[in-house]
């Protein structure tokens, strides 16, 4: 059986990863597993708990990071964020895409990690700060001091997308979904 893809999307915070891997997710044509992160952030308001993050407790987040456990971490507005990379390896030994949808950092951490690896890299981009900034807003479920912090990275990382593979802009969100739906399309048909 041949090992299945690793997808990275990243991109600037509240961008719209989340909206993006939705859509992508109901081609099921792609054979994609959604890679679940670990955190020690509080759930938001819709977010089921094993399905969107696994929710732990800093003294289990710190203990899988002494065990070696994670493909990425980071810490971001006090809370630790990481990708379980036990899980990873098991989803693509059986064949299937796994589907990162990470921030920048640990984007950056994994394909440093994973080099020769089957990996395709895409940063998404918004079409303008502002309309970054209304997404972020629209969200309304953090304080206006964590509102700024997001956007002060969000402004830092809107240039990073050197080393990835392709840069897809959000301007609308069936056509990026489809634009990143070709690239996967492409690099699965390559590695037959």
């Known amino acids: 059986m041949k090992k299945g893809l690793l997808i990275i999307l990243s991109g600037p915070s509240g961008v719209g990863k989340g909206t993006i891997r939705k859509k992508i997710f109901q081609?099921?044509?792609l054979n994609l597993v959604y890679s679940i992160s670990m955190t020690t952030r509080q759930p938001?308001?819709?977010?089921?708990?094993?399905v969107d993050?696994?929710?732990?407790?800093?003294?289990?987040?710190?203990?899988?990071?002494?065990?070696?456990?994670?493909?990425?971490?980071?810490?971001f507005v006090g809370n630790y964020y990481g990708t379980p990379k036990d899980k990873i390896e098991k989803w693509r030994e059986q064949g299937k895409n796994v589907f990162l949808e990470i921030e920048i950092n640990g984007a950056s951490q994994v394909m440093s990690k994973m080099k020769g690896e089957d990996i395709i890299s895409i940063f998404l981009i918004p079409p303008s700060f502002e309309a970054l900034e209304e997404r972020i807003r629209r969200?309304?479920?953090e304080s206006e001091e964590v509102i700024q912090e997001r956007l002060a990275k969000a402004r830092r990382e809107m240039n990073k997308f050197n080393g990835y593979d392709y840069v897809v802009v959000n301007d609308d969100v069936n056509r990026a979904a489809n634009e990143i739906m070709s690239i996967i399309i492409n690099k699965i048909e390559s590695n037959k």
Do not use: H
């Not at 938001?44 to 094993?50: D, T």
């Not at 929710?55 to 990425?72: G, H, P, T």
């Open 53 to 75: 993050y696994f929710f732990v407790s800093k003294e289990e987040f710190e203990k899988s990071i002494a065990n070696d456990n994670f493909l990425e971490y980071c810490q």
């Open 44 to 50: 938001r308001k819709k977010e089921i708990p094993n």
């Open 27 to 29: 081609n099921e044509s």
């Open 139 to 141: 969200r309304k479920t």
